[in-house]
């Protein structure tokens, strides 16, 4: 028999800090976050525009050594899962550490630009990078531990030696997807009996040298240069995401151990369902099919629950939102029209990795609070785009026991999840 399988901790490191309530107060107020970036080291087109994460001391949750060995992005990874387990009230040291797994969501490698960049500037001083220059002068330079800092398992390592666990344990490499299979996957190998708590979440930061200018290049990144005004999903004006960074965890155990320990519950992991790209390689990216096919399957395993609210992907680019906009309607059918459909991104930024985690921590706060955070920078409706998006800067009031979000990553890839209020 399938076990329940229940959110008993949440962590979340974002643009809003790392305290749930504030959180839950910018959303629900509408405050976007993005703001002009100082200047990024290594990177030297047009001002950026994003959202970073704020309030974050790291040694305030990372132990200091173990922190000279993390990129910044691995820190909020594991500071948002230090803050999940504190939530919890797990007893880890009290339990068999072969019931215990976790399961993170990365993009991959992830390492500090800026432990590289002394030797990018060495080698480049003349004007023109030299490969020969480079190791003779710039090595020398770089932090010796560059590349192990941003390994994409670092998470993974960090929390399984800390916490004990030694059941299954997955790392999923799969960028804006990630956070959202992670939970998928924990939630599936609790309620078989595989393990009975487990780690589940993602970090991410798009707000490296490199992947600015990947996403510029690629027309992805919005070029609005008013940080109050970028980031527009399901607008017609759309021009691409607000890129941000952070990390979101939840701990998961079964319902039985929650209610036996007395535990808090936030909410319930009711179904899950992902699904792969069926286009040709040039054509890869959020498609309609795989929105539907993802949030279809999710709602059959949630036992055909049909959603009171949608926390959309909401990319902000003009073939994502259309497409997901289309899935909600094919899956969704006639309450399609009347089903609410926020979009945090318009707020909080793309975290990529992290976001399928972060914005679980949004939609149960949203069935806990009884309302839906709007949809900011939504002023001039897409007729693509024809659903109920609580356009507007207030959270609504929504009487709403379940919710559904769907996110997609670059690639293809796409993964949903029916979540529950607090059995």
Partial sequence: MKRRVVITGIGVVTAFGCDLEALWRALAAGRPAGRTLPTIDGYTGDAVVGAPVTDFSPRAHVDPKALRLMAPAVAFGVAAAALAAADSGVPFDALDPARLGAFVGSRGHSSDRQDLMPAVRQTAAGGTFRLDTFGAEGLPLVNPMWLLKGLANNVLYFLSLKYRLQGTN??????????????????????????????????DSALDADRIEMFRRSGLVTEETDPARAGRPFDRRRDGFLPGEGAGFLVLETLESARGRGARIHGEVLGYGS?????????????????????????????????DVVFAHGLATRSSDADETRAVKTVLGARAGTTPVSAPKSMLGNTFAASGAIEAAVALLS?????????????????????????GTAAREVAATTAALDNANLGGAHAALVLGRTP
Wanted: proline residues 8%; hydrophobic residues 40%; aromatic residues 6%.
């Fill in 170 to 203: 997955n790392n999923i490499s799969m960028g804006g997807v990630a956070g959202t299979m992670a939970i998928g996957e924990a939630f599936h190998t609790i309620q078989r009996g595989y393990v009975d708590v487990a780690f589940a979440g993602g970090y």
């Fill in 275 to 307: 699904a792969g790209p069926a286009s040709a390689v040039p054509a890869l990216g959020p498609s309609a099919d795989g929105f539907a096919r993802a949030l279809g399957a999710a709602l059959d395993d949630a036992g055909g629950r049909v959603p």
């Fill in 367 to 391: 069935l806990r609070h009884g309302r839906v955070p709007p949809t900011v920078n939504l002023t001039e409706p897409d007729e693509a785009c024809d659903l109920d998006y609580v356009a």
